[in-house]
């Protein structure tokens, strides 16, 4: 009975190797899957990220056009101005300093109402 018993338990350890092996390659096949669907998950996030960037992009480019119009306007209009005002100063820049300089150097005080008067008792 020894024999037979030595027997059954080498089959016993036999298949429980196998069953050891089989077990591994469960545990491996499950971590390969897993591995595979996360990058196949963050392929798909890369894809979502890049489309919606040129959504994005497509949308700013079509919303953003009216507005550069209208700053070009704007920066046109204000060199206008710039060149209206340099002109002007340029005809009528001496005069304008004599003028300052007249003020400035020909006094004429006067005392004003308030401090003239004397207040009535």
């Known amino acids: 009975m020894s024999a037979q018993n030595s027997a059954g338990i080498q089959t016993l350890l036999d298949a429980e190797r196998e069953a050891q092996k089989i077990v591994q390659k469960a545990r491996e096949y499950r971590t390969k899957r897993v ?3 996360r ?4 392929k798909e996030i890369e894809d979502y990220k890049n489309k ?3 959504e994005f992009k497509s949308y700013e480019s079509e919303h953003t056009s ?3 119009t209208a700053e070009d306007d704007a920066n046109r209009m204000a060199e206008d101005k710039i060149d209206h005002i340099k002109t002007m100063g340029n005809s009528s820049g001496k ?5 300052l300089l007249n ?3 020909d006094i004429k005080p006067e ?3 308030r401090v003239a008067a ?4």
């Open 66 to 68: 009216g507005n550069k």
């Open 39 to 42: 990058s196949e998950a963050q």
């Open 52 to 54: 919606k960037d040129q």
């Open 95 to 99: 005069k304008v300093v004599e003028d």
């Open 111 to 113: 005392v004003p109402e």
């Open 103 to 105: 003020a400035v150097m």
């Open 118 to 121: 004397p207040p009535k008792a």
């Open 35 to 37: 591995k595979d669907a």
